[in-house]
């Protein structure tokens, strides 16, 4: 009795030093997303506070590195390119760390986003873009540390911090613009090759206006000047539906080189089959 009573202790002791009580963060976790035009940028960090204590110059040292915020490494994504202080970035993930000065700041975004806190060891070449931003002073103190995407416009935005009464904001831009143009132009050119391609294929699929499919088809193919094995594969058996069997096995004849080239079996397989149904093997 008193050996299951005793195993019964340890079980709750146990129990106890397993047992996991969440409590608040000092500085909690804020993530921001924002569209830029046409750009989504998504921005996580974690947010110390003043606590009564003297930031800039202080508890966030002057002509020091600065991991620019708390916890793990505050990062800022972008879905498509952007240009910073005309270097662009390309779309993917930085990790944005800091170098404050009392009248600027030296704004750094950097590849590797997976140290906690600044890098063991810094390395140039990790450094994506740099930008130098002047450290204004605000009228409304913030208590903890704010970041956000800020002064939006179709063709940019700045990335702002703010932390006690010193406000910084570095200006992005992004490829709305361009983005749009190329947009235009492409709708004002017409259906792409992939378009007539996708119509066409799903046409024949389905049984419907083969004749209109044919058509899609030959105007596909006279706008791909490499057709790959499996665009081949669909075109032959479009003509075989529509009764051009000797284009048909032109076709599946091509795709069968290529198939074989790109040591496909399955469309090996299917191309040799339908040639035999074909008669021409």
């Known amino acids: 009795m008193k050996k299951l009573l005793f195993v019964a202790f340890l079980g709750l002791m146990t129990a106890g030093a397993t047992a996991q009580i969440e409590t608040p963060a000092p500085s909690p976790a804020a993530k921001v997303m924002q569209t830029v035009g046409l750009t989504d940028v998504t921005l996580e960090y974690s947010r110390p506070a003043m606590r009564g204590r003297t930031i800039m110059g202080d508890l966030v040292p002057y002509g020091a590195m600065w991991r620019t915020g708390a916890n793990a490494n505050t990062t ?32 750094y975004f950097y590849t590797d ?81 992939g378009d007539y391609y996708a119509a066409a294929v799903y046409l024949s699929s389905t049984g419907q206006s083969l004749d209109k499919a044919k058509t899609y088809m ?43 080239e790109a040591k496909n079996q399955d469309y090996v397989k299917m191309n040799t089959d339908s040639l035999k149904e074909w008669g021409a093997m």
Request: net charge positive; aromatic share 8%; charged share 20%.
């Open 76 to 107: 800022v994504e972008f879905s498509t390119p952007v240009t910073v202080a005309g270097t662009e970035l390309k779309a993917g993930k930085y990790a944005v760390y800091t170098k404050p000065t009392a009248s600027t700041w030296e704004v």
């Open 113 to 193: 986003t997976n140290n906690w806190g600044t890098p063991q060891k810094w390395d140039d070449s990790k450094v994506a873009a740099k930008a130098t931003a002047k450290a204004q002073m605000s009228n409304m103190p913030a208590e903890s540390f704010t970041m956000g995407i800020n002064h939006l416009s179709n063709d940019g935005a700045h990335l702002t911090m703010q932390w006690d009464k010193t406000y910084v904001a570095v200006p992005f831009t992004v490829p709305a613009n361009e983005t749009v143009l190329a947009s235009i132009d492409k709708m004002m050119a017409g259906p792409g090759m």
């Open 218 to 260: 030959d105007k596909a193919m006279s706008m791909n000047k490499d057709p790959k094995f499996w665009q081949l594969r669909q075109q032959s058996l479009l003509l075989a539906k529509v009764g051009d069997k000797k284009g048909a096995i032109k076709a599946a004849q091509a795709s069968l080189k290529g198939a074989k």
